[in-house]
DNA sequence: AAGTAACCGTTACCTCAAGTAACACTTACC
DNA sequence: GGTAAGTGTTACTTGAGGTAACGGTTACTT
């Protein structure tokens, strides 16, 4: 009795949540041992970090770019909720975007040899197609690109823009936020308030040239969060 | 007679200017092999480029990573003159930033696999350190840096903001550029506008804060070119 | 109870591109 | 004629990514 309705064989569904807990596992150790030894590891390494050999690690893991993808992918979660909040925060236009500067940046200070290895460390060898952080990157900016485009509509404007917008905050961001990391020149709220002025002002400018006033003070409800 | 007076021997500084040559005889074969088959290849394919063997190439760069280097290098001195003129040219300021931007945009539309191979290819391995393409975005990012230092100066302004500003436009105009040239979903005409654009809006703010008016249409004389 | 489908894990190997050793020949200075 | 630079070759070593082949465990199926 039980279950004679069998589903294609019990023995098959048996692990289907135990496989995506032990890649979630190798990803751990990937981020760990990269935090101990720099962004420069092998396979082996992680293996080892995991308490086991290579092979296992290539049974949940095709490729190393199968691996450096879901690194990157768990990295971009990490980011993502610390960037939601400042998203969704209450208060002025111009403090929110400084909040979610700052949290980028925050991010990347905290964990400065998993961002290297995800940003520079990409690529994984020959394909280029399968860019690391290509994929992190345009999700990142798909979700920028949405907001954008929602508020443009919401003030009756050309939304036509929000995608190269969404691609070159990003950018400008992750760059500048690179050069940071590597020689610390000026202190993180430094950066930030500079970044968040750029961003602001281009804001603005837009906006202006389209007849809509704001002030910076206005704090603009969310159209909506992160989704 | 002759030069008794001898230098350390002439024997050592017979090739002085062929070395140099001759590296540029394999920078060249390594953009045009990238070129024909895509920005994944070896250091074989390119000494079978240059039709030569391996240990040649390697006696004259130390390393693979010292030959994207030297890639790197050759490709921001073909960017470096396709701007120059932009930089220089009279018009605008809205105009002349447009130009720059296009500048950039049309050099890795003329070549996109090279524009891969030295963007995306970099890290040449293991050192995070020797990265290749910061090299050459810093390099643009100082020269970008030091010019709008000097306006800044020119105004009575802080200039404390232009190294972080020079990041911000240089990631900002190099990431755009890469979404676009993925996937061209708009013109690059388009993209040069919505980039000038931003930069421009961003530009007129900073200085309006501070309280100095400018109309985009002023031509505001070069202080300096790159130099 | 026997079979089997999924996992656990190992050691020892293969492969391929980066980089090197060792050798032979050429040119022009000394 | 000696020698310091360069020309070039084939054949090797190295190291990291990735695989083969083997054996053990668990819990569902028959």
Redesign the pocket.
């Given at each position: 009795m039980a279950r004679t309705v069998?589903g294609p064989?019990?023995?098959?569904e048996?692990?289907k949540g135990?496989?995506e807990q032990?890649r979630a596992e190798f990803v751990e150790a990937t981020i760990a041992v990269v935090a101990k030894k720099g962004p420069d590891v092998?396979?082996?390494d992680v293996a080892a970090e995991a308490g086991?050999?290579?092979?296992?690690l290539?049974?949940?893991f095709t490729?190393?770019?199968d691996l450096y993808l879901a690194v990157g992918q768990k990295a971009t979660e990490v980011l993502m909720e610390r960037m939601g909040p400042a998203l969704a925060a209450e208060g002025s236009i111009r403090d929110r975007i400084t909040g979610i500067v700052d949290a980028y940046l925050s991010v990347i200070e905290e964990n400065p040899n998993l961002y290297r290895f995800v940003v520079k460390g990409s690529f994984a060898?020959r394909p280029v197609e399968k860019d690391v952080v290509a994929e992190d990157k345009n999700l990142i900016a798909a979700t920028l690109a949405r907001i954008l485009g929602d508020y443009l509509r919401a003030f009756d404007m050309d939304s036509g823009g929000a995608e190269p917008w969404a691609h070159a905050l990003v950018g400008m961001v992750q760059n500048a936020g690179d050069w940071w990391l590597e020689r610390q020149t000026m202190s993180r709220a430094n950066l930030s308030d500079y970044l968040a002025t750029i961003i602001w002002h281009a804001l603005d400018g837009l906006l202006r040239s389209a007849g809509v006033e704001i002030d910076p003070a206005t704090p603009l409800t969310p159209l909506r969060l992160v989704d």
């Open positions: 069998k064989d019990a023995r098959r048996r692990w135990h496989r032990r092998g396979m082996e086991v050999s290579k092979p296992v290539y049974r949940h490729d190393k770019s060898d």
